[in-house]
């Protein structure tokens, strides 16, 4: 597997990759977006019925037009749409991936409790060729939090605890979400932005620092 890394002189552009139903104004992705410089979003269209041909096609046309190095910042069913995309591509294209946040990916296979998600079942295996991090909730409605560990171990990512936070969406009221801008800065590493609020507080890094479990 290519591990990629960024120079120096390379600041990523993030791109956010929503899941069902998109990411509504409240939600940390939407916040992100007009809070993070060069933070997009990918329109995966079909928010409410996704196919997943149709996301992965959309989500390498929006890797392919950035200008540099990518890192995906993914919630929910976009996890997946990350990891299927990651299986197919074997061109170029996918080494400009630097890395991704894939936050409370859900369970597709037999046990998704939307039927919308069986499509994007079975869960690809395969490791992803670049460094990434899963974050699970221990009470998310979508998938046990062993399930979401055991997809950290298929896709070779670390792995963080986000403790008690339902779905990690807009309902779970996590505002800008410190903690998950702080594990975006470990991927972004010393090009993320310096002004980033769970960097720029001490007390909050530290406290981060404490709740990442990497490892299995």
């Known amino acids: 597997m290519t591990i990629h890394t960024l120079s120096d002189d390379q600041t990523p552009t993030i791109l956010t990759v929503p899941g069902l139903m998109n990411s509504g104004p409240g939600h940390w992705q939407s916040l992100w977006e007009k809070a993070l410089p060069d933070c997009h979003r990918v329109e995966l269209g079909s928010w409410d019925a996704p196919h997943r041909n149709a996301w992965i096609t959309n989500l390498g046309h929006a890797i392919a037009q950035v200008d540099g190095p990518v890192i995906l910042a993914a919630h929910s069913l976009g996890c997946h749409a990350v990891a299927w995309w990651a299986a197919f591509e074997t061109g170029q294209l996918r080494d400009k991936v630097a890395g991704a946040l894939l936050v409370a990916p859900p369970e597709v296979d037999s046990g998704a409790v939307d039927r919308r998600l069986v499509g994007f079942g079975p869960t ?93």
Do not use: C
Not at 178 to 188: A, D, K, P, V
Not at 196 to 203: D, F, I, K, P, W
């Open 124 to 216: 690809p295996k395969g490791l992803l060729p670049f460094p990434s991090i899963v974050v699970a909730s221990r009470n998310d409605p979508y998938i046990d939090f062993a399930s979401a560990r055991r997809l950290a171990q298929f896709w070779g990512s670390q792995f963080a605890d986000a403790g008690e936070s339902g779905h990690i969406n807009a309902a779970s009221d996590l505002g800008e979400w410190n903690f998950g801008q702080f594990l975006l800065h470990r991927l972004t590493d010393r090009t993320a932005p310096s002004n980033l609020a769970a960097v720029r507080n001490e007390e909050a890094r530290r406290s981060a620092e404490m709740s990442i479990r990497y490892g299995f």
